[in-house]
């Protein structure tokens, strides 16, 4: 009885010793927070009549210098809410794993973020975005003003989750000093990137993303798609395993293993792509709009006005680009879900998006914008009515809230096909089998 | 009266009670809650599976949104629909609302219901899962979803076999409306083992772990060949030791995702100066080798482990060393024992203890390698260099799937366990070796 007794005694102490520190721990956090409010009501009194809000804004690394001036328009704009902007990992699955940590303990640390194209039905799914509709009605914004595609990646089980906020696909670059007439096929690119490789002072005919990432699923699907095949049909049926496909997959192994991409080309992300186009080292390159801007950087780039951009080369099935791009979300448990839409709209709406456009290099999802006199100005490409052509018709990644887990069954497998350790049949059966498990659980 | 006292005994157990529960509360709660995480099918993102539930439960956040809109839109089929369509839609109206009254039967239920409504008027989350979560009857919810689905098919094929677009169209939103409330209706999703059963015949897993495996023994080979030899030379007296002591102990310092992004520059291969040098060495066939093949990226990864963690095994080596007598090597060579001989027959048997040990540590930290192989090579190239943590990963947070990642961290600790058992039994049968002699 006595040694129940003491027990009993260190156990009460060590439970409130751990209480006093949850209390401490709890009593700080209220401190901070009433300080806060203390401050921002001062602010209130001397500036505005309305209070001040602070919305926290996350994203991935932004190179370009456009999103502060985003925001800098925005609080200049709606001077009663702040905006606090947080940086995320470039790499996109890094991006999305920390949203899902932080959105699954349901935080409401970050107000509104943006999305990559894929995670829309993943998040809307598990209840981490706050849908948009009763917003976008009481607004009047109308979607048939923005491009169908877009607007449809942001969309799940009849509801709108995300806004559009810039578009992307898959572009063909070329060196226009190099190159007269470019490449219509994926048969003539590799004539031609073998041929002209090394003139100029190149080193490789092309530059891809083939790395074990979300940027090899996007390579490795227009490749599918111009050669006629793909991975999940419209009836939600997995439909990877035909004879496209593996055909695909083998001209993909074709350029891989030649001898005019890097020989490090299994570790090429965008980046990498990036800074070997802008040191001149390469003729062609598949990357996304965005490395125009770079491309035309006097500071940066050794290939100022040498970069013609084209659509990427067709197979039997003709040619076909990879829908990217980013939504605007916002957080399910924001505490100011008012201020974020505000900023939302801002951000999505003409005048944001024509900041991300002319700043930023990053195509518009709103189509009026494309007939902007500065919006035009800013890129060829966006005057560039083919251009324009190959956004609208872009093929979207499979749709569906286990997207991460069918990208990583992709990856894992292309890569292997890539590396030699699978046949081009191989990886296409494996592909097959395994989202058909993936999709059945 | 005796004043209230501990024996000895007591008082011994008394001390280390504390402790117990700490250790209960940090180690083995933890593992504990992974071993039950993994019977359930259970994953965050699917709202459906996102809680453990050994019965029957109820959504109310979902199911009280949705009912919202229910009444409203069969209200509106019934007045746009004609002939037995409308007995239809009016009899589904009804039984719907009979099933909600018995639902609400529940006093429980019904207060709830009514806090959830007003919180969804003003797009207040819910976040309380007691609030959000009931349970409820399980007959009760297996009729309720049931019923559900096959309104929503009777409506789905009065939608197909309807010409009027518009009148058709509205249909089949009723028709989703209601297949999507009968999924916030949520089964039990406890599934015993099979989740175990599913990595036994994974064939990824076996070669997560395969990789983890030979990524241990190698690396740590390595290491305590290397760690030996640097802890043997730091341990003679010269000028500068503690210069040099001091500077082998770098790498260790370095955080492990910085030291991984370094040697990320130094492999690459166009500008990577290791890369370069092995290739003019000859050691690779060329210096894109090192991050682009399954080979080459598990040599990178083991060459940066080695790299990072020899020192670790030096420092305890050399703990061990400095307990060796030196009278013992002065007798030896009084006796005529070359160096090597000393090193054979005294250095390493009063070492064993030492090198168990610091191989426990080390073989245990390798088989939970994650942040080095994330950061350098993510698993890649052809998943070559997936460890079985990374895979943990990747289900865990990538895929929220929480069951089927708590089976992979409970294979993780099992393989800890079997490690830790092994190596403490020879370090254990070596000390009471060492006490019989």
């Known amino acids: 009885m006595k040694l129940w007794k003491s027990a009993l005694v260190s156990f009460g102490l060590l439970l409130l010793v751990l209480f006093l520190a949850a209390c401490s721990g709890g009593n700080e956090e209220t401190t901070d927070d009433s300080g806060n409010t203390d401050t921002d009501t001062e602010t209130t009194d001397e500036n505005t009549e309305e209070e001040k809000v602070t919305i926290v804004y996350a994203r991935g690394v932004d190179t370009t210098g456009a999103n502060e001036k985003l925001v800098a328009a925005f609080e200049e704009a709606h001077p009663n809410i702040d905006v606090e902007f947080r940086e995320m990992p470039a790499d996109t699955g890094q991006q999305h794993d920390q949203y899902v940590t932080a959105f699954s303990a349901q935080s409401a640390e970050i107000d509104v973020f943006d999305a990559d194209v894929i995670w829309p039905a993943e998040f809307a799914q598990a209840n981490y975005a706050l849908e948009l509709d009763r917003f976008i009605e009481a607004d009047g914004i109308n979607m048939d003003d923005y491009f169908p595609g877009a607007v449809a990646a942001g969309k799940f089980n009849g509801k709108q989750w995300a806004m559009p906020k810039f578009t992307d696909a898959g572009m063909l670059y070329y060196r226009t000093d190099i190159v007269d007439t470019p490449p219509k096929t994926?048969?003539?690119l590799i004539e031609q990137a073998s041929s002209l490789n090394g003139e100029a002072g190149t080193q490789f005919g092309y530059l891809m993303q083939a790395a074990q990432y979300e940027g090899l699923v996007c390579n490795a699907i227009e490749f599918i798609a111009s050669y006629g095949g793909q991975i999940i049909n419209e009836n939600n049926e997995v439909v990877a395993n035909s004879p496209e496909t593996v055909k695909a997959i083998k001209k993909m192994q074709e350029i891989v293993g030649s001898d005019f991409v890097p020989d490090n080309i299994l570790n090429f992300m965008e980046t990498e792509t990036e800074t070997a186009w802008i040191e001149g080292q390469a003729v062609f390159a598949r990357n996304w709009p965005y490395m125009q801007a770079s491309s035309n950087d006097t500071e940066r780039s050794k290939v100022v006005d040498n970069v013609g951009i084209t659509t990427l080369p067709a197979g039997d099935a003709g040619s076909a680009a990879t829908l990217g791009g980013w939504m605007t979300m916002i957080n399910r448990y924001s505490e100011h879900p008012e201020a974020a839409w505000e900023f939302v709209k801002f951000m999505t709406g003409a005048e944001g998006q024509k900041i991300t456009a002319t700043e930023g290099g990053s195509a518009p999802t709103l189509k009026a914008l494309y007939d902007d006199a500065e919006v035009q100005e800013a890129s060829p490409l966006f005057a560039n009515p083919e251009f324009v052509k190959v956004l609208e018709a872009a093929v979207p990644r499979p749709v569906t809230p286990i997207y991460p887990e069918i990208s990583d069954i992709l990856q894992i497998e292309l890569s292997k096909a890539l590396t030699g350790d699978q046949t081009a049949e191989d990886a296409a059966a494996n592909i097959q089998t395994k989202i058909e498990e993936a999709m059945s659980e | 009266?005796?004043?209230?006292?501990?024996?000895?005994?007591?008082?011994?157990?008394?001390?280390?009670?504390?402790?117990?529960?700490?250790?209960?509360?940090?180690?083995?709660?933890?593992?504990?809650?992974?071993?039950?995480?993994?019977?359930?099918?259970?994953?965050?993102?699917?709202?459906?599976?996102?809680?453990?539930?050994?019965?029957?439960?109820?959504?109310?956040?979902?199911?009280?949104?949705?009912?919202?809109?229910?009444?409203?839109?069969?209200?509106?089929?019934?007045?746009?629909?004609?002939?037995?369509?409308?007995?239809?839609?009016?009899?589904?109206?009804?039984?719907?609302?009979?099933?909600?009254?018995?639902?609400?039967?529940?006093?429980?239920?019904?207060?709830?219901?009514?806090?959830?409504?007003?919180?969804?008027?003003?797009?207040?989350?819910?976040t309380d899962s007691e609030l959000k979560y009931q349970q409820i009857d399980n007959d009760f919810a297996v009729d309720y979803r049931q019923a559900l689905q096959s309104y929503q098919e009777d409506l789905t094929a009065i939608a197909e076999s309807t010409s009027d677009d518009q009148l058709s169209d509205q249909f089949e939103q009723t028709a989703g409306l209601l297949g999507a409330t009968s999924n916030t209706i949520l089964k039990s999703n406890f599934i015993g083992l099979d989740n175990y059963v599913k990595y036994f015949k994974d064939k990824r897993m076996w070669q997560s772990l395969w990789n983890t495996t030979f990524f241990t023994i190698i690396s740590v080979g390595f290491e305590l060949v290397l760690g030996l030899a640097i802890a043997l030379l730091i341990n003679r007296a010269f000028k500068g030791r503690g210069l040099i002591r001091a500077s082998v102990l770098i790498p260790w310092a370095i955080p492990t995702a910085v030291a991984a992004m370094m040697w990320g520059f130094l492999y690459d291969g166009q500008s990577g100066i290791v890369g370069h040098y092995l290739e003019v060495l000859n050691i690779i066939p060329d210096a894109s080798w090192l991050l682009s093949t399954s080979d080459g990226a598990m040599f990178s990864v083991i060459l940066a482990d080695v790299w990072k963690t020899t020192p670790y095994m030096a420092l305890l080596l050399l703990a061990g060393l400095q307990t060796i007598p030196m009278s013992l090597y002065e007798a030896a060579s009084v006796d005529g024992a070359t160096k090597t001989q000393q090193f054979w027959s005294i250095t390493l048997p009063l070492l064993k203890s030492s090198i168990l040990v610091a191989l426990l540590f080390r073989t245990l930290d390798a088989f939970r390698v994650f942040d080095l192989i994330y950061v350098l090579t993510g698993g890649g190239p052809a998943n070559a260099t997936e460890s079985i943590s990374i895979y943990a990963y990747e289900t865990l947070f990538a895929q929220q799937n929480f069951g089927e990642g708590s089976v992979l961290s409970v294979i993780v600790f099992i393989c800890v366990a079997i490690i830790s058992i092994i190596y403490v039994k020879l370090i254990g049968s070596e000390l009471i070796s060492g006490k019989t002699r």
């Open chain 1, 186 to 188: 994926w048969d003539e």
């Open chain 2, 1 to 126: 009266m005796k004043k209230f006292q501990l024996n000895e005994k007591q008082l011994g157990y008394a001390m280390v009670i504390p402790s117990l529960i700490l250790v209960f509360v940090v180690t083995l709660w933890p593992v504990a809650q992974s071993m039950w995480n993994s019977l359930f099918d259970y994953r965050l993102n699917d709202p459906t599976r996102s809680q453990k539930m050994l019965d029957a439960n109820i959504d109310l956040e979902r199911y009280a949104d949705n009912y919202f809109y229910i009444g409203n839109q069969l209200e509106a089929l019934a007045s746009s629909a004609s002939g037995e369509n409308t007995e239809k839609v009016k009899d589904i109206q009804q039984n719907i609302e009979s099933y909600h009254e018995e639902l609400l039967s529940d006093d429980q239920i019904k207060k709830d219901i009514a806090i959830i409504d007003e919180m969804l008027m003003k797009y207040q989350p819910v």
